[in-house]
């Protein structure tokens, strides 16, 4: 296994995207409900955000609900909120103890109240955190993310506060939800499935990916540590060539 030693501390990916796949498949192999896949991965989501922190990552937004999983059947949908205020409520104590501030991107009004309740009160308990930023991707998605953006442009143009030729692709970054927080470097996506599912679309168009056959509930910190080193290992060039990057 991949350790610490191996790590270039010094070309550590400012901000981290997860794609946390394969809950439902890891359940049905040990003959479980969804859920209890769902369930069995929050050991992952500690170890991934604990050795991130451990490693000098100062961002890292983990996908756990997005707009398209409202299609899921009912009673995993209400399983997941329910596990998703457990959770937040059980966290809150380690995120503090590590410094570690809580956000969340997406249409939150969108999930039930007591979620939302949750998720302010740790968020508030949490924002002096300055070792790392969590961030969760709570009913997102992309698209969303896109349209929102163009809607708010929208109406700035329409209101005057913004003209159309000053729109450019910084104007556009300013207007999503992730404006405050660099563009991820490395994503990283269990299960082998080679997408990225509506997920910051706008966000990746230059980041690494990492694609793992393992389930989400099977990652562990050292499948992370696995990713950072893969990361460092390939050349970011940009557009450029490769002898553009050396003299760079």
């Given at each position: 296994?991949?350790?610490?030693a191996e790590i270039d501390t010094q070309n550590i990916p400012a901000h981290v995207a997860v794609i946390m796949d394969g809950n439902g498949r890891w359940a049905?192999?040990?003959?479980?409900?969804?859920?209890?896949?769902?369930?069995?991965?929050?050991?992952?989501?500690?170890?991934?955000?604990?050795?991130?922190?451990?490693?000098?990552?100062?961002?890292?937004?983990?996908?756990?609900?997005?707009?398209?999983?409202?299609?899921?059947?009912?009673?995993?949908?209400?399983?997941?909120?329910?596990?998703?205020?457990?959770?937040?409520?059980?966290?809150?104590?380690?995120?503090?103890?590590?410094?570690?501030?809580?956000?969340?991107?997406?249409?939150?009004?969108?999930?039930?109240?007591?979620?939302?309740?949750?998720?302010?009160?740790?968020?508030?308990?949490?924002?002096?955190?300055?070792?790392?930023?969590?961030?969760?991707?709570?009913?997102?998605?992309?698209?969303?993310?896109?349209?929102?953006?163009?809607?708010?442009?929208?109406?700035?143009?329409?209101?005057?506060?913004?003209?159309?030729?000053?729109?450019?692709?910084?104007?556009?970054?300013?207007?999503?939800?992730?404006?405050?927080?660099?563009?991820?470097?490395?994503?990283?996506?269990?299960?082998?499935?080679?997408?990225?599912?509506?997920?910051?679309?706008?966000?990746?168009?230059?980041?690494?990916?990492?694609?793992?056959?393992?389930?989400?509930?099977?990652?562990?910190?050292?499948?992370?540590?696995?990713?950072?080193?893969?990361?460092?290992?390939?050349?970011?060039?940009?557009?450029?060539?490769?002898?553009?990057?050396?003299?760079?």
């Amino acid at each position: 296994m991949t350790g610490k030693a191996e790590i270039d501390t010094q070309n550590i990916p400012a901000h981290v995207a997860v794609i946390m796949d394969g809950n439902g498949r890891w359940a049905k192999q040990r003959g479980g409900l969804r859920v209890f896949g769902h369930q069995s991965a929050i050991t992952a989501v500690r170890e991934t955000v604990e050795e991130a922190a451990a490693l000098g990552v100062r961002y890292l937004t983990l996908y756990a609900f997005s707009t398209e999983n409202w299609n899921r059947p009912a009673l995993e949908v209400m399983a997941l909120m329910q596990l998703l205020v457990h959770t937040i409520r059980q966290e809150t104590a380690t995120l503090l103890k590590n410094s570690i501030r809580l956000e969340a991107i997406g249409d939150i009004s969108t999930l039930p109240k007591n979620c939302q309740r949750e998720l302010a009160e740790a968020m508030e308990l949490t924002k002096a955190g300055t070792r790392m930023t969590l961030v969760l991707a709570l009913s997102y998605s992309g698209r969303w993310d896109l349209t929102q953006a163009t809607r708010r442009m929208a109406a700035d143009v329409a209101s005057g506060q913004l003209q159309p030729a000053e729109v450019s692709e910084k104007t556009v970054a300013s207007y999503l939800v992730t404006a405050n927080m660099p563009d991820p470097e490395l994503l990283i996506r269990t299960s082998g499935e080679q997408r990225i599912s509506n997920f910051l679309l706008w966000q990746l168009a230059y980041t690494e990916l990492y694609i793992t056959d393992l389930l989400w509930p099977d990652f562990r910190k050292e499948h992370f540590r696995e990713a950072i080193m893969a990361y460092q290992r390939r050349e970011r060039r940009f557009g450029k060539t490769s002898e553009q990057v050396a003299v760079s």
